[in-house]
């Protein structure tokens, strides 16, 4: 009993620090670029070879955006199209991100990794690094893959990851999540933060939840990630979640 109290205390804890820490409501943006009203053509894509980033290549080409893939491994991208190009970095690697981002009008960040069971800054301090070189080559719009859990949306991937999957597997990924969260708010670019439900490989359905009451206190909510690009590209050309954090959910 002493245990499970124990537990629940550290749980009902670390999620205070995900909601503290997360961005909260909407940020009034103070725009210093130059070219805010400049129409985008050509787009960023950080983390393209991962579930995400792959649907947002995918789709971003079939709307007619001139793509850049932004990968550690080109081998592991299969996808060819006449508007791809292929950019070969690290995004802790402040020289390669900079050079990847010149030339372009908006950078989609679905930025992650799997090293989940020790502490990490790979998603702050590499969103970091997009921010500061998206502030000096004058790229005035990001939109960021975070996730349900954090900031206003605590406790909204339901029940089980609450209490289970984000304290004991997830704590140190979410708490670098809430740094990255931090950083884009306090950013001076325009930005829209795209927090999902669970992940999956599901068909895009365009069927889907959003806004700052997407998700469940009570079950699991998921999303496939082709729903999620679609949603993330919508927000290029719309203005509706500037400066705000929003969740998306399947109905």
């Not at 103070?30 to 050509?42: A, C, E, G, Y």
């Not at 932004?70 to 791809?84: A, G, W």
């Amino acid at each position: 009993m002493e245990l499970l109290v124990f537990y629940l205390f550290y749980a009902g804890m670390l999620s205070l620090g995900l909601w503290k820490n997360g961005v909260q409501s909407r940020v009034e943006i103070k725009n210093h670029l130059n070219d805010s009203s400049k129409q985008i053509k050509r787009i960023l894509v950080i983390g393209a070879t991962g579930g995400t980033g792959q649907e947002l290549v995918r789709q971003a080409l079939a709307r007619g955006y001139e793509v850049t893939a932004f990968v550690r491994d080109p081998s592991k991208l299969k996808i060819e199209h006449q508007k791809i190009n292929i950019s070969k970095g690290n995004v802790l690697d402040y020289n390669s991100v900079k050079q990847a981002i010149q030339g372009h009008d908006a950078v989609l960040s679905a930025l992650g990794h799997k090293r989940f069971f020790y502490p990490t800054r790979i998603l702050s301090e590499g969103t970091r690094n997009i921010l500061r070189a998206m502030e000096e080559e004058n790229v005035h719009r990001l939109i960021c893959e975070t996730s349900l859990g954090i900031g206003s949306s605590v406790g909204r991937l339901g029940v089980y990851y609450t209490f289970f999957t984000i304290p004991v597997i997830l704590p140190f990924y979410f708490w670098d999540k809430t740094r990255q969260e931090k950083l884009i708010a306090n950013c001076n670019i325009k930005w829209c933060i795209v927090r999902p439900g669970v992940l999956t490989n599901g068909k895009k359905t365009d069927k889907y939840r959003h806004g700052t009451e997407a998700g469940s206190f009570f079950k699991t909510v998921r999303i496939s990630r082709a729903d999620v690009a679609s949603f993330m590209i919508d927000q290029l050309s719309d203005d509706t979640y500037l400066g705000m954090a929003v969740g998306v959910s399947r109905k």
